[in-house]
Nanobody, 127 residues
Framework: QSQLAESGGGLVQSGGTLTLSCAAS????????IAWFRQAPGKEREGVSC????????KYADSVQGRFTISRDNAKNTIYLQMASLKPEDTAVYYC????????????????????WGQGTQVTVSS
């Protein structure tokens, strides 16, 4: 069964760092564009970052630009999201998704229509 599994979430103080991992099983990530999303309580899901399969180009939401870094290790079939200078407003459940559509279409990614969608990992940033 193909699936994505996020890990690395937790509780961190404001200004701290965390690295999230998104590991694939049952299928190979390399042909897919991979995005990170997050959803805070009472808020809509938002795209955080995305990395293209073809050339490794990356995309970031304005709110995380310069603080978060997305990377992929195809040999490990894993995607990472390094988060630095964390703020309380970064608190959310973070999800990863694999999709064949380019990152510019990440607004159309979703649990029902993407190749795979993870279960999420909680990130809590205390002030």
């Amino acid at each position: 069964q193909s699936q994505l599994a996020e890990s690395g979430g937790g509780l961190v103080q404001s200004g701290g760092t965390l690295t999230l991992s998104c590991a694939a099983s049952g299928f190979t990530l390399s042909p897919y564009n991979i995005a990170w999303f997050r959803q805070a309580p009472g808020k809509e899901r938002e795209g955080v970052s995305c990395i293209e399969s073809s050339d490794g180009r990356t995309k970031y939401a304005d709110s995380v630009q310069g603080r978060f870094t997305i990377s992929r290790d195809n040999a490990k079939n894993t995607i990472y999201l390094q988060m630095a200078s964390l703020k309380p407003e970064d608190t959310a459940v973070y999800y990863c998704a694999a999709d064949s559509r380019p990152c510019k279409w990440w607004d159309d990614y979703g649990p029902r229509n993407s190749r795979s969608w993870g279960q999420g990992t909680q990130v809590t940033v205390s002030s």
